[in-house]
């Protein structure tokens, strides 16, 4: 028996962030969705689906994980959108024989599949997934949740961040035995120190407070917490981030590897290699990775009249019912001095925003203007600004990441054309 993590045709509400990684590759917690389902079922063979045009970068991304192959006689398929719990292999176990599918009302969870119904799978991986591809086996219910938007990453990233953490504490205690073992110097305050981790090549200067009073802090290997910065748990800062002088990041932010955090953050998800290291807001979001925002950037989290946020997904506006909703934006986008971002905007993949004035709420991917008037952002220019930025971090674009650039170019047409821009 292997599992495999598999994308349904539902991926497409995760729009623009999923233009360039599978659903299962967006994170909540400190971890991604896909890592919380493997863990799940500790050393049970895996595999990946993925999108016929996102194969090679998975293959590149993870070189010893089978991806669109199923080598079993037996797989249970997981869906990519699961948040996964302590409890998901015991709701799906592994060990059950019977082919079935698991739905949780109209979705999809979870397909044990062996014999003729797994060869004809087989032949079927490098599509996203459909019910009808499992229509003729038996059905049982369950309540496994499933992650329908971002907007619900967000909302669910503070409980897992804690159960990350706790999940990585342990990891970690497994090879050193003080939790706080990083580089401390004098001056740094610690509330509630039993409740903060700290990896061995960590740094953390003079004047800081981490405060773990209503959750967990994890600051990973070779990260640098500058002077006076104030943490507020639960926060992950990954390894190699460096959160700057007088940086405030409240409960629930989750920052990735190689960062540059800064000014004030609350609720969000920031991506690896990713940058927000000047004065400004930035609340309830989602960013991608390979994205800058610009000093004393805004986005508003909250409406006037403090009533629930719409968010455009799909070119459809849809009501989130949240109250609290920042912005979300895709990847290698980046945000200029003094961008003002209403609450909900969205900003699609490889996007260059500037001006005064609020942007539009939703901003097609390869998009270049503001306020003012938006047009199309070349796609060689694009290319090339992508190449100086992963430069900057030591990394060679390979021709695996141009040829996605080039496809999410061409399949996000549609979106600039409804908008009049010339494509």
């Known amino acids: 028996m292997q599992i495999c993590v598999f994308e349904d045709t539902y991926f497409e509400k995760f729009e623009p962030l999923v233009y360039s990684r599978p659903a299962y590759e967006l994170v909540c917690g400190a971890t991604t969705l896909k890592e919380k389902i493997i863990r799940s079922y500790n050393g049970i063979p895996y595999s990946l689906q993925a999108r016929d045009y996102l194969e090679n970068f998975i293959k590149s991304k993870f070189p010893n994980t089978p991806v669109n192959q199923i080598d079993d006689n037996d797989c249970l398929f997981l869906n990519g959108r699961i948040l996964a719990d302590e409890n998901l292999a015991k709701k799906i176990p592994i060990q059950d024989k019977t082919n079935k599918v698991y739905m949780n009302g109209n979705a999809i969870v979870a397909a044990r599949v062996s014999g003729k119904k797994l060869d004809l799978i087989k032949q079927n991986l490098k599509n996203v997934f459909s019910q009808t591809l499992f229509d003729d086996l038996q059905i049982e219910s369950t309540d496994v949740q499933l992650m329908n938007y971002v907007w619900d990453l967000i909302n669910n990233n503070h ?132 994205v800058n925002i610009g000093a004393d950037t805004n986005c508003s989290d909250l409406k006037n009249n403090y009533g629930t946020v719409k968010v455009y997904v799909n070119g459809e506006q849809l009501e989130t019912g949240c109250q609290f909703l920042g912005l979300m934006m895709a990847d290698h986008s980046k945000a200029a001095i003094n961008t003002m971002f209403n609450t909900g905007t969205v900003v699609g993949f490889s996007c260059n925003i500037f001006g005064a004035g609020f942007p539009p709420k939703y901003i097609p991917s390869f998009s270049w203007g503001g306020n003012d008037g938006v047009t199309t952002y070349d796609i060689e220019r694009g290319i090339e600004t992508a190449q100086r930025v992963l430069r900057r971090r030591s990394k060679n674009m390979s021709e695996g990441e141009i040829e996605q650039f080039r496809k999410v170019f061409e399949i996000t047409q549609k979106e600039r054309r409804k908008r009049g821009y010339p494509y």
């Not at 953490?165 to 073992?181: E, G």
């Not at 110097?185 to 960590?202: D, K, L, M, Q, R």
């Not at 990954?238 to 000014?263: E, P």
């Open 159 to 290: 409980d897992h961040l804690t159960k990350d953490i706790a999940y990585l504490k342990n990891i970690l205690l497994q090879t050193v035995a003080n939790p706080i073992s990083g580089t401390i110097y004098p001056g740094v305050h610690f509330i509630e120190e039993n409740n903060i981790t700290i990896a061995p090549t960590a740094v953390v200067k003079p004047g800081v407070v981490l405060d773990a009073s209503l959750g967990p802090i994890f600051i990973d290997d070779n990260a640098v917490i500058f002077p006076n910065a104030v943490i507020e748990g639960p926060v992950y800062v990954g390894k190699g981030s460096q959160v700057k002088t007088f940086a405030r990041l409240y409960d629930g932010v989750t920052v990735g590897k190689i960062c540059k955090v800064g000014g004030e953050i609350e609720k969000s998800i920031i991506h690896s290699y990713s940058n927000k290291q000047h004065a400004g807001f930035l609340g309830h979001s989602y960013i991608g990775s390979w």
